[in-house]
């Protein structure tokens, strides 16, 4: 138990520590920022110094946390949503030859469908709000799990499954103690690209569809010009996203995939 | 009365008949080892009688309490330790958490395991670790029937050697009964009671020789004559090492 305590310990350990590489990529980024600052002056990109001053300026005023708080209620609805329907979808998929033959092309239909429009149309079915919002998200994210649980599911070992039933597993247990792991393996990072589409997709539909939150803030600062605010909204949306990324997915992830990291060589565990 | 009984087994790929007419029966507490040249349809009987494809005619009589089986390639879960794997069917057999610790250790110590290896996940193990690993989840559910499906093919000599010794041991020590699966005629020697010949074709049990003495009790000569008796002046043996590698199994 000890044991166990000081293991998890330790990952936390060296996840934490990991961010400083995170900060050295995050600053060569800020870097070429001011490079491109100072050769085209503070009205065309303003210095990430300020972006940041303005974005603190932003959270301290009290108004920007409601609205940061709109979006990112609105996308990780529509991510949970997705990654809902998409991995039921994608299971049953997987699991029935003849129900993914039928739904391939059918995807390849939604996914060539820009986002944009599925936008419009929400807001023609339903009006400016929520609903439109999570309606896109749902659309534009739910192709992308429903394919990594359909690949999850499809390049399952199938000598484990041959396994698990001579040692008397049936089709529940099969799935629940062999089949799923396998799939989440296939499944998150699916769900990691989904959940950075939902916050791209809910920023663009509230411009779009002027429904307030980071989108609407985003409108008035193109309105008046002022690429200041833009940039530092933008930066607390990806801010936003960072922090709901890993705080809520990676560590899930890391729980499910330790295997992974007893059998990385040593300078990629660091 | 025998513990497995197979009769008039047969089965088809996609049409194409791979076994048929395949009768033979297991005694408690024998060993029987079904040779075979490649391609034959070994595999293929083994996983009917354990039930894990449905003949296409024949019945298959089990009447043993619980068995286990042993795979050509180790089919460890990469996310669970070896605990975890070797846990696994009692995890199955939904027997309580807290006593699957010691009997997956007694398990483990059979199969030559320590317990510093127990916390490894199987790409930490070296092959031998893992087939090893793959013999204490089958031990570890105390099986009266074991299923051997070439187990130990893709180790090297001498650790072939070592898993076989494993298994002639626990065979002794835990009474079970086994039919081993192999194309090698020097394993099923070492290990078994009774060498079953398939037939090169799939159609039905070409002959059996009983092995005099135990298992582990014949020295390396009188082994390696009897399989150069086998292989010159019997002609059961006659396709043995008959080659076909573009047939599947």
């Known amino acids: ?270 | 009365m025998s513990l497995l009984e197979l009769s008039g087994i047969g089965h088809a790929f996609f049409g194409r008949t791979v076994l048929e007419g395949i009768s033979l029966a297991v005694a408690p507490g024998e060993i029987v080892a079904l040779v075979g040249p490649s391609g034959s349809g070994k595999s293929t009987i083994a996983h009917i009688a354990a039930g894990l494809e449905e003949p296409r005619d024949g019945q298959v009589a089990r009447r043993y309490a619980r068995h286990a089986m042993v795979f050509q390639d180790p089919r460890l879960m990469p996310w669970a330790t070896a605990a975890g794997n070797i846990g696994f069917p009692l995890r199955l057999a939904r027997r309580p958490r807290r006593d699957r610790g010691a009997s997956v250790l007694a398990a483990a110590a059979r199969a030559g395991l320590e317990a510093e290896d127990l916390g490894k996940y199987p790409v930490e193990l070296s092959g031998g670790m893992r087939q090893r690993v793959a013999i204490a989840r089958a031990l570890v559910v105390e099986p009266d029937f074991v299923y051997f499906d070439e187990p130990f093919t893709a180790l090297d000599v001498a650790l072939k050697r070592r898993m076989q010794d494993l298994v002639i041991e626990a065979a002794r020590g835990a009474r079970f009964a086994a039919l081993f699966i192999t194309h090698d005629l020097m394993e099923a020697i070492r290990i078994s009671h009774r060498i079953l010949v398939l037939d090169p074709y799939g159609r039905g049990i070409a002959g059996e020789r009983w092995l005099p003495g135990q298992p582990g009790e014949r020295d390396d000569a009188e082994t390696f004559e009897r399989r150069q008796q086998f292989l010159e002046r019997d002609a059961l043996f006659a396709h043995i090492d008959d080659i076909d590698e573009r047939v599947r199994p």
């Not at chain 1, 749902?138 to 599911?153: M, N």
């Open chain 1, 1 to 270: 138990m000890l044991w166990v305590g000081l293991d998890r310990l330790a990952r936390l350990g060296r996840f934490l520590w990991s961010g400083w590489a995170g900060l050295a990529g995050l600053a060569l980024l800020a870097a070429l920022w001011q490079a491109g600052h100072e050769a085209y002056g503070a009205f065309i990109l303003p210095a990430p110094l300020e972006t940041l001053a303005a974005a603190a300026r932003l959270l301290t005023d009290g108004s920007a946390r409601a609205m940061l708080a709109t979006t990112v209620e609105r996308a990780v609805t529509g991510f949970a949503l997705c990654a809902l329907a998409g991995t039921v979808a994608g299971v049953a998929a997987g699991y029935s030859p003849a129900t993914l033959r039928i739904a391939r092309p059918i995807l390849t239909v939604i996914l060539g469908v820009p986002p944009i429009a599925w936008i419009v149309l929400a807001m023609i079915w339903f009006g400016t709000g929520d609903g439109t919002v999570a309606i896109t998200i749902l659309i534009s994210a739910t192709p992308i799990v429903f394919v990594g649980a359909v690949e999850g599911v499809v390049t399952r070992d199938r000598g484990l499954d041959a396994m698990a039933k001579a040692f008397g597993a049936g089709p529940v247990r099969r799935f629940t103690h062999v089949a799923v792991r396998q799939i989440a393996a296939h499944l998150f990072p699916a769900l990691l690209l989904a959940l950075g589409t939902a916050f791209k997709v809910a920023v663009m539909a509230e411009l779009l569809a002027n429904a307030g939150g980071v989108g609407g803030a985003l409108a008035r600062a193109r309105a008046m010009l002022d690429v200041a605010e833009a940039l530092a909204w933008v930066s607390l949306a990806v801010a936003a996203l960072i922090l709901v990324e890993y705080g809520l997915i990676r560590p899930a992830r890391a729980e499910l995939e330790r295997w992974r990291d007893a059998a990385a060589p040593w300078g990629v565990k660091r």
